[in-house]
């Protein structure tokens, strides 16, 4: 697949602290990537030197196949910031237009564009009102719609349904994956795990300003499983003792087993079918991304302290 993002060995330090230590990934086009880590993990200042805020102390971004130029290429990026840059005292409609001709938007372009997006997320009431009178969450939609009218090629999107209620939540998360199938690249970066799972094709999880873990939803998820499957019976057995399996959790006919090592799947079935019980259901249970994620900075941390401890 196309590459619309690569960063390679990208670093940013301030005095003693390691913002982004050694970072490299890249980012196909029409995805939708997600950029996660705790607070402080250094998500904000890679974002900005993407965006060409911030300059790398060392390391090469390329966008869209050459190197990325700040001053020419800034108009191919569309950047939603977790905080608001939104004029509070001027009117919605007016401020919509000015913003859309800064990114090279000529001014019947931007009305066209303004129009489209104001009646798709419902918002054609809202042209004479001001930034101030909105809500958090009509102000999230605002930003949105700020964000990509000018079609830019690769969207970032920093805590997008702050705010939002769940009906609006959802017609954003639409729009998202509306804007990826039409060719854009979108970076998601938020704290909601759940949000992620439901979204995001591939994910990047940063900490420490290190990379800690790269891969898609799917591969992630299999590479932390623990064998742990759930099973649904029409009854219980007498004999829950076997060397396939390890009995984690009963709730009445419902079963959580571990299997063993050198066990599959299938011996599991077997061992219930030689006792003439009726299997209901049998799924395997991966972990959530919000599992992986505790787990992983965890173990970052009781790695960095023992670290700071034999060094001290």
Known sequence: MEKILELQHLKKYYATQKAVDDISFSIEKGSIFGLLGPNGAGKTTLLRMITGIFYPD??????????FD????????????????LYKKMKIGEQALYLAQLKGLSKSEAM??????????????????????????????????????????????????????????????????GLAQRGCTVIFSTHRMEQVEEICDHIVLI???????????????????????RIQLAEIPQNLVSSSFELVEQKEKQLTVKINEGSRSNDVLAFFLQQNINIESFNEILPSLNEIFIHLVEDTKSTTRAFQTINA
């Open 112 to 177: 066209e564009k303004i129009k489209f997006w104001f009646k798709r997320l419902e918002m054609e009431s809202w042209w004479n009102k001001k930034v101030e009178d909105l809500s958090k969450g009509m102000s999230q939609k605002l930003q949105f719609v700020i964000t990509v009218l000018h079609e830019p090629k690769l969207i970032i999107l920093d805590e997008p349904f702050s705010g939002l209620d769940p009906v609006n939540a959802n017609l954003i998360k639409d729009e998202i994956h």
């Open 58 to 67: 060392s390391g090469i971004i390329n966008l869209d196949g050459k190197v």
């Open 207 to 229: 900490n420490l300003g290190q990379k800690i873990l790269d891969g898609t939803v799917a591969n992630v998820k299999q590479q932390f499983k623990e064998n742990k499957f």
């Open 70 to 85: 700040p001053l020419n290429d800034i108009l191919k990026i569309g950047y939603m910031p977790e905080e608001r840059g």
